[in-house]
């Protein structure tokens, strides 16, 4: 398959997703505001302008938009008006709209869940090590490891990538024994190798079990296209875990965003934009295959949920931090003032957009990692 096919479809797949999250997102807004008895407007696949209207079904237009980058739902009142309408967005009680506008971010945060917990059910990808080098009278080389070689069982017990531990905690619990290691070739073969590792001593000293220190990542993770199924309630447990991690990794990320930001505003941002995040999903489908394409999605999933729920505008959480102080205050904050709130908020956002967008293609011209040019 050529590059430019292989570009093509990375395109479309990383559109598909963000679709699919962004509908999901949306349909919480829309399920919420139905039960809440408010009028929806329209429920739009895509971005304006319109292409085409599926179905009007009652008072709700479902439409095909131009732009393949999500969803909407349109609501009525939602801009502020016809407060007077008992059905328009405007009229409900403070906590009404809450559960409204926070209905997306849980419908992500489920659907992490849901994508997580599957994955560890159905398909969990086991998951080797592949070395890029072997440091030189290390037990790897006495083994004759080479690079390239990746382990992918340890005494004949293998690693699920989600349910953990990993190949190399199942190295350090062998400290100093003699195991017996199965190995991938790069020609496709595999071999069984026998490997003495070091010492505890030697591992506390930052050598690694093989010889290897982890400090110079001289290996990467290794997906032979095998996995495992198992027990429902282990999965799900598996599943609540990953989605608490996956937030916890992103809200880490956010913090590193804001104090990279405070202590140089010129620095390359530490985080990925459109275009980085298409990437990351092509590299990841050539190269692990569509089960950890989907475990991304999963990530993105609760990505899409923490960032809409900070309370910055026009996002949702934003949303919620307004209508909170129009409680708090009442009138003293005008509908020009809010409106103009959002209208601000949204240029941030773009500029924001563009920003990390402008280093994901400078970083992928150049061969750059995040947090460098």
Known sequence: ???????????????????????????????????????????????????????????????????????????????????????????????KKMVILAAGVAMNVVLSFVIFAGIAWLASPFMGIKFHEVVPDSPAAAAGLQPGDAIVAVDGERYQFITGPSVLEGLRARAGQTIVLSVDSPNGTRRDVTVTLNDQAAIDAGQGALGISQEQQPWEAYFDGTNTTNPLPEAIAVGADQTVRALGLILSGLG????????????????????????????????????LTLYVAGILSANLALVNILPFPPLDGGRMLMITLKRMFGRRISLRAEQLTYVVGMVFLFAFIIWVTGYDIFRSLTGGTLGSP
Request: hydrophobic share 50%; net charge negative; charged share 15%.
């Open 256 to 291: 590193s965003l804001v104090a990279s930001v405070a202590a140089d505003p010129t620095a390359p941002p530490p985080v990925a934009g459109p275009v980085g995040i298409a990437t990351q999903i092509g590299d990841v489908f050539w190269n692990a295959g569509p089960i």
């Open 1 to 95: 398959m050529t590059g430019f096919l292989q570009s093509i479809i990375t395109i479309v797949l990383f559109l598909a997703i963000l679709g699919i999250l962004v509908v999901i997102h949306e349909l919480g807004h829309f399920v919420t505001a139905r039960l809440a008895g408010v009028r929806v407007l329209e429920f739009g696949l895509g971005f304006p302008p319109r292409a085409k209207v599926l179905r009007a079904k009652g008072e709700t237009l479902y439409t095909l938009n131009w732009l393949p980058i999500g969803g909407f739902v349109k609501l009525e009142g939602e801009d502020g008006n016809d407060a007077n309408d008992p059905r328009s967005f405007s009229a409900q009680s403070w906590l």
